[in-house]
């Protein structure tokens, strides 16, 4: 039996009668681009979202500025000194520093953390190169920015980031402004592992010319309203800022429009939505979640009252349209519940990671889930972070699968009266982390920091990363 059947009917023949948002994710990627955080394209993209949300007649709709460290892209050169002299096509990973390194090539393959003490005599002083892919064997997701830091401990003096899809070309992806570091294509790659297995010894030199700086950029806010209870609300959010080199469209996009039009059409229910839905699009996540701990930090005094908040990043992709759930196994019967009602796969696994902007609101116990695909645990990005994330690798079914599946999921939180869920304790929110492995990787950037310290001459980059206190740090 479906109790929400008259309603379910509502929203799913609005969504597979709409192309609304494909027609959005049109115009934020092909007008706006990658609306990369700081830029023209950034702000355009954000006046534009608040006037479609006032269209969709949607409440208390605005935009938050904020600070954030910013970066602005320059040439980068990868060449090869020995055995042959060739440069390598290459781009600088943002948030990283302006400098010139050499040193001998170290392969590390998927650079599993066991790596990394084993071959510190090798690291030290050379430039490390890493796939993108994760390794074998982990139980976790091994980050970027996890591999770039055990580098710098094991001492090497310049990154490679190469990816491991062909035909992709080079990723990108945020790092910290500590030592010269690039992305390179899985051919590129593939030829500097030849190369390095036939010679024995190859010797490169990166160049990287970027500049970090203070920036602005934004978060846009706007709410569904409730009926009868409209003093606690739900959250559905994604951030909408792409990276530098593409659209972005996959990562984040799909799930941006996603987000927007299961607020469109929960806003045509009125009264029958019980409780406040809050869209919001946040700002800066590619360079570090900036955007969602700056919301939490200036909401938090509303938190109490959350329900549920429910990030969607990147949830328009292929795939299955499931949920990560944070540390709540209390709501495993509700999932299980909505899929038979909904008729719908709706698979779920208890898990999380540090990033992405489902995080800040974990870490101060909100219940909270990510949109996604558990059964594709190590597929990767695809084309995400890359040049070719583009608005045709998306599929308006994907876009429809997505919005009305989660649509209908947050019709049902929104109107249960008996709210499973709870507020996690910091004792239990902690104790998650260490289960799921990244405590050590929250610890990571700590060491790191300490080790930098002790450097004779430090990038006056670098000094401003040491000096500005880590978001999380506030939460913890």
């Known amino acids: 039996m479906n109790p929400h059947l008259e309603l379910d009917k509502r929203i ?26 700081g830029t023209e394209e950034d702000r355009g993209a954000v006046k534009w979202m608040v006037e479609k949300l006032e269209e969709y007649g949607l409440e208390n709709v605005h935009a938050e ?6 970066w602005i892209r320059g040439p980068a050169r990868l060449e090869i000194l020995k055995p042959m002299e060739r440069e390598i096509e290459c781009i600088s990973l943002p948030l990283g520093v302006a400098g010139e390194v050499e040193g001998k090539l170290i392969y590390l393959g998927d650079g599993h953390p066991d790596v990394y003490e084993k071959r510190r005599s090798e690291i030290e002083g050379n430039i490390a190169m890493v796939t993108s892919r994760n390794p074998l064997g982990m139980k976790r997701y091994l980050h ?38 690039v992305g390179v294509s899985y051919e590129d790659g593939c030829f500097l ?15 990287t010319t970027d500049k970090n700086m203070e920036m602005e950029t934004y978060n846009v806010v706007a709410d569904v309203p409730g009926g009868e209870a409209d003093d606690e609300y739900l959250i559905v959010g994604c951030h909408y800022d792409g990276h530098d080199i593409a659209q972005g469209a996959i990562d984040p996009a799909s799930g941006t429009v996603a987000a927007m039009e299961i607020a469109r ?14 869209l919001i699009l946040f700002g800066a996540e590619e360079l570090g979640l900036f955007g969602s701990y700056e919301y939490v930090e200036r909401h938090v005094d509303e938190l109490d009252k959350l329900r549920f908040m429910l990030n969607l990043d990147a949830a328009g992709r292929e795939g299955k349209k499931g949920v ?19 008729g719908v796969e709706l698979p779920y696994m208890q898990r999380v990671t540090p990033y992405s902007d489902h995080w800040p609101f974990f870490l ?113």
């Open 193 to 207: 592992r030849r190369l390095l297995k036939r010679e024995g010894e190859v010797v490169v030199r990166i160049e």
């Open 65 to 70: 500025s904020f600070k954030f460290p910013g």
């Open 324 to 342: 990560f759930l944070h540390g709540h196994p209390e709501l495993e019967p509700l999932l299980e519940r909505a899929a038979r009602e909904m």
């Open 12 to 37: 799913v023949a609005e969504i597979y009668t709409s192309t609304e948002p494909m027609e959005n994710l049109e115009v934020l990627c092909d007008i706006y681009g990658s609306r990369f955080p």
């Open 364 to 476: 101060k116990g909100v219940p909270c889930g990510s949109g996604g695909d558990p059964e594709a645990m190590r597929t990767g990005r695809g084309y995400g972070h890359t040049r070719y994330d583009t608005v045709d690798k998306v599929k308006l079914s994907d876009l429809r699968e997505a919005a009305s599946t989660y649509a209908r999921l947050l019709l049902r939180m929104a109107n249960i009266d008996e709210w499973p869920g709870r507020r996690l304790r910091w004792e239990e929110v902690e104790g998650f982390i260490r289960e799921q492995g990244y405590y050590q990787t929250i610890a990571l950037v700590e060491r790191v920091k300490e080790y930098v310290k002790s450097w004779k001459e430090i990038h006056p980059d670098t000094k401003a990363w040491l000096e500005r206190e880590a978001p999380y740090k506030a939460f913890l």
């Open 144 to 181: 970027r920015t996890e591999k770039y830091m055990r580098c710098i401990l094991a001492g090497a003096r310049g990154w490679i980031f190469m990816n491991h899809y062909p035909a992709y070309g080079p990723p990108t992806g945020s790092i910290s402004p500590i030592i010269p570091a």
């Open 265 to 278: 059409v929960l806003n045509l229910l009125g009264e029958r939505l019980k409780r406040r839905v809050r």
